[in-house]
């Protein structure tokens, strides 16, 4: 059996993590209806933001079969990955 590899839960930390950084800076005055208006310009507009998104959801289907097929190298990989992400 082929591995299926951790491409999709990569793109999905990305966006993750783009969001987050996203609504942290929205979030320092508080949060209301103009940081939804915000959000809704940043995907208009901003199309590398745009693009980490589309990436890390339209490859939710692939997810299920990358934690099924997930080994303790990949999983330390991974964590790696995310742990660089939040430095």
Known sequence: MEKVGTQELKELV?????????????????????????????LINDEEFREKLVEAFTGLKALEAELKDLDFKEGLELTQYVIEKIK
């Open 14 to 42: 990305d966006g993750m993590y783009e969001l987050y950084m996203f609504a942290k800076v929205q979030a320092d005055d508080g949060i209301d209806w103009s940081d939804a208006a915000a959000l809704a310009g940043k």
